[in-house]
Structure formats: structure tokens, C-alpha cells
């Protein structure tokens, strides 16, 4: 399979090196925004398109994989790319799905290609546990925990307060809520019971510490409904602790079974990742690999993670899976 | 959806259980090997019915849930049932699945059925979280862990033993290794180090306890390989603390990606199960909801839980899902 990667960041550098870990997959180009002379894969032969060169990459990509950001970049390059290729994202605006899923669809089906979006680990993994979960325990409780991990977002809010020269922040789940689900005690929590925020800020110099913190601990939406910590750190102590991008979380499905509904179950499904967008694009990639199957059966239209029999992200075929997977 | 019931054995009882917490399902009658005038339903209306009298229940029934055992009822009961009717198993016996599902493929596609094997949670759940682990992080490894929970092989080998009025087993999984794996150091461990084996014993009056303990103890196969802890109790002790059919278990996948291979990463499943025949026959019941979709949609032939696309097991709707769950 042909790859190609829209969008050259973080996500996209984690797809180019998935890529290498897959062996009937090869990343044939990059396709940017910017000026392609300014862009230098890692991989040797990989070519760089502008966007404005479409009809040059046309026969060069099974699959692309839109490595934007849901803000701004996929609600229009998904059904843009979506006329000229299969394509897959990883739109994460929870309450924007249903619209984006319908423009997207309209235009892989107008042009017979195969699109998957919302593709990672949440959405994406999470919430296929979650489907799970809900359907093989009806009578239940989910729940959704993040972290130990960098908000991408949180961390922006930091670095936009006054003063504030860097920063980053932390979600952590908190331990006494995991263990009250982990035992089957299906507690309601609010949203500061579930998560605390740690914020790590380097500040600028002669900065007033006192009202950086109050100022992020008071941020409505991003902290103030939570018991958030902040320290102060050097510009090297920054560097040196807090370079990586590590996340993860939990989801759990509690519920009961029996005829007096007196047995209890418990479902924990977790994630600990060093790398978020190396991890997201790993799932993104077997993914593709379903958008090529299905594509090469004549499918075509919007899919998500719900749509895709699991048979179809493993390069191994069912003879195999059966003889040894399963 | 019209479920009927081959076997009211414990799994029977499950999914007639499990039947009542699926809106969309109704549990139309049973059938069994025995004197039908033996079988009581806990369910008003149920009706039971002869081995021999299919021809009476052909039309009441979309999906049959075969509730035999893989040693010998299964390998006959699913291809033969494949015949009249839509089926799912819990045939988990690994090894033969690959002639079990041609078997069974055979005889569901000669006849336009729709049949799925080797549902549940081990192989089911856990098979699933195999392939997705292994199909998101090529370069890693697999554990998968059984426990705590009770062997029915293990206890059926003790209540075997010379002078052993009755015994249960529940298989442990080694705390460190556990801890070993979920820190992804990727230990090699032998058999001896995954799990333990913990056996119950009521003796009978007068018999050699030593014997007893050392007879379990070297038994091929079922203990000799592993770390084994046999207690005398007495048959109220037993009766009152363990009369339960408690597991679970945990799969995890650990690999690494980066340009450098740099970064690690866990997935970790778990299961913690009240009771093993009543979580298994809830997972049956949501892949029964698939197999009753599928065979809607004109598709025969064997599947197994890797050809069902997650959507097909939920109540909800495609536009719930994504709006809801994704």
C-alpha cells in the first residue's frame, strides 16, 4: 500500500516512522501547505507536493492520511482530499462528529473512495471499548479517564496567560475514583473527582508568579473546575523533564448479569504511552490498511472504527488469524 | 430477535439471563437432549423442546445459542445445527478451531446460515484485544494472563484424584510478572512464572491427605508445571466460600515506535468476572445480535468475532454511535 501524509507536524513524522514498522506499506510522498523545499522527510525517496499539485500525486497514494488539526485544517481538507483519495483523520471535535461524518461522506461517495475519520485512540480505541462494553453489558456504567498525559490544549491556555514564557500541563486521573470503579462500586464522580491538572510554567523574567497562578487556576473551562497544581521551572528544567508528549488513559465498563442482577463485572481497558501522536498514528495506520481493503472491494463512503470488522487492520490473513489469534 | 437455546447447562441458563437485559431480544424456547418434560425455564413461556424436533421450531428462532462443551458436543452440534438454523458457540478449543470452523463453514453455507465460533471472552474478547494490539504495534509482544478465576478442567482433574469427595481450582497470575509486563521490561516467562494454581480440597472420611496433596501436585500437564497450594476444607466451607464461578484475566500488548524505536507503549485489557458462564453468554448475545444483522443482509457462512465490524453488536443505530459513543 501507497501512504501519504497531508501535513508535516507531529502527527505526521509519527505516521512517516510508523510506516517503517509495517511492512506492506511504503510512504511514497508528503504532500504541505508550505513551500515543499522547506520540508525535509526523514526517509530517504520521499517526495514533497504542494497541495496545489494534486493531479502530480493522484497515482501515487493508496491511502492519505490527513495529518491536521480538527480546529481549522479537517473539517475542510477531510472532504476536500476525500474527492482525489481514500483518506483517514483523526477529527477529535466529540460534538462536531455527526457533521463532519456527513461532509465527508458525501464526498467519498460523490467520487468512489473510501474515508475513515476520527481515527486514534480516543476517539478511535476508546471508543470501540466503549461500544463493546455497552453492548455486551447492557446494564452499566462507562467511564472515561485521561492521562498521565500532556493536554495539548490546556497547555496553549498556559502559554497565553500573561507573564508566561513556556509551558505545559498535565491531566492525571485521580487514583481513590479509579480504584472506586476498578472495585464495581460505580461511584458518580464530578469532574474534579476525576481528574486533577499539574501545570509546569517557566516564567518570564520579573514575572509576577503569584498572578500567573492565579490567573491559570481561576481559567474558566480549562482549570477552575479542577484542583490544579503549578510550579515554577527553569527554561532547562523544561527541557531536560518535560520534552516528550507521553499520554494514556482508562475506560472501564461496570455492570451486572444473573437473574437477581447479582453478579458484577468489571471491563478496564488502558493505554500508557510515551509517544501520543507516534502512538495515534501506529492506530491511524492499521486503519488505513482497512480503508485500502475495503476500498479495493468497491466500498466506498465515510466509515469510522465502528464500521471496520477487526480482520481488517492485521496483515495476516483469516486462515491465519483463526490458527493463531483467536 | 427470536433466541433460542441448545443445552441448559450453566451457559444456558447465562444467555436465558442475559436475554432479559437485550430490549431487542426475546428468548423463544429451548431445546435439549434430555426429556423435554425435565427442563424447567426460570422464564414463563419459554418452551422446551426435543433434539428431535427441530422441524417444530424452525420458524421460531432467528439465532440458536449452542451451549455444549468443545470436547465432543460442539464439533458435532455446531455444523449439524449450521443446517437449520443461524448458530453461535463458545467452541474453545484452540487448537482445533481452524477444522471446526470448515466444518461448520460448510454446512452454514450450504444451507445460507450465518454461523459464528468461538465467542466469549477467551477465545472472544481477549482474541480481539490480541489483533488489535498486534495490528496497532507490530514490533511488540503479547501476554495474555487467566485468572483469578476458576479452572472447570483443573477442578474436574482434582475431583478425580484418589480420595477427593470434591476440589475447585483457580488459576492466579503472578503478581510480579504482572507488574513486570505492565511496566514494559518484556520479560520472557515460563509457565511457572505466570501463574499459580490454588486448589480446595473437601477429602473424604479417612483418606491420606499427603497422598491427596501429592498426587495434585505432579499431575502432568494440569500442575506439575506450576506452582500449586492445595487446602483441606470441609463441605460446608466449600459450599459457603466456593460456590461461585468467579474469572478473568488481563492481554496486553507492549511495543515501541519512533524513528529510533524510542518510545514504549502499553495496552492492558482486563476482565473481572463474577461469573465466567453469565459474562460469556452476554458477550454471545451481542455477537448473536451481529449474526441475526449479517444473515439479514443475505450473508452465509462461518465467522469468528475478527469478521464482525463493531457496530453490528450494539442496539444503537450507525448516527447514535458516532453521535454518542465515538
Known amino acids: 500500500m501507497k501512504i501519504g501524509i497531508l501535513g508535516y507536524g507531529n502527527l505526521g513524522r509519527g505516521v512517516e516512522s510508523a510506516v517503517r514498522q509495517n511492512e506492506d506499506m511504503e510512504l511514497t510522498c508528503i504532500i504541505t501547505r508550505r513551500d515543499p523545499k522547506t520540508v525535509k522527510p526523514a526517509t530517504e525517496g520521499v517526495e514533497v507536493y504542494s497541495v496545489d499539485e494534486i493531479e502530480k500525486v493522484k497515482d501515487k497514494i493508496d491511502v492519505l492520511v490527513l ?3 480538527s480546529a481549522t485544517d479537517l473539517p475542510v481538507q477531510t ?3 476525500a474527492r482525489y483519495f481514500n483518506v483517514i483523520d483523526s477529527f477529535d471535535t ?5 457533521e463532519h461524518f456527513a461532509n465527508v461522506d458525501r464526498a467519498a461517495k460523490e467520487n468512489g473512495h473510501v474515508a475513515l475519520i476520527s481515527c486514534g485512540w480516543d476517539p478511535g480505541m476508546f471508543s470501540l471499548m466503549r461500544l463493546y462494553g455497552a453492548s455486551i453489558l447492557p446494564e452499566g456504567n ?20 500573561k507573564g508566561v514564557k513556556n509551558g505545559k500541563q498535565y491531566t492525571i486521573p485521580v487514583e481513590v475514583a479509579l480504584e472506586a ?14 481528574h486533577t491538572r499539574e501545570c509546569f510554567v517557566v516564567p518570564e523574567e520579573g514575572a509576577d508568579l503569584a498572578q500567573i497562578e492565579q490567573d491559570i487556576k481561576t481559567m474558566p473551562n480549562y482549570f477552575a473546575d479542577y484542583d490544579t497544581t503549578v510550579h515554577f521551572i527553569t527554561e532547562e528544567e523544561f527541557s531536560r523533564d518535560h520534552a516528550g508528549i507521553p499520554h494514556g488513559g482508562f475506560v472501564f465498563r461496570t455492570g451486572v448479569t444473573g437473574f437477581e442482577k447479582e453478579h458484577k463485572h468489571v471491563v478496564e481497558f488502558s493505554l500508557k504511552l510515551d509517544s501520543n501522536p507516534e502512538f495515534t498514528s501506529s492506530v491511524i495506520l492499521s486503519f488505513a490498511r482497512a480503508v485500502y481493503r475495503l476500498s479495493r472491494e468497491g466500498v466506498s463512503g465515510c466509515k469510522t472504527v465502528f ?8 496483515p495476516l490473513s483469516g486462515e491465519e488469524l483463526r490458527a493463531h489469534m483467536l
Open 67 to 69: 495529518c491536521g488539526g
Open 79 to 81: 472532504p476536500e482530499f
Open 94 to 98: 466529540h460534538a462536531r462528529i455527526p
Open 142 to 161: 462507562d467511564y472515561t479517564f485521561w492521562g498521565k498525559g500532556v493536554s495539548q490544549g490546556h497547555s496553549d491556555a498556559i502559554r497565553r496567560v
Open 181 to 194: 470503579v476498578r472495585k464495581g462500586e460505580n461511584p458518580e464522580l464530578t469532574t474534579r473527582q476525576k
Open 307 to 314: 464500521d471496520i470488522a477487526p480482520a481488517y487492520l492485521s
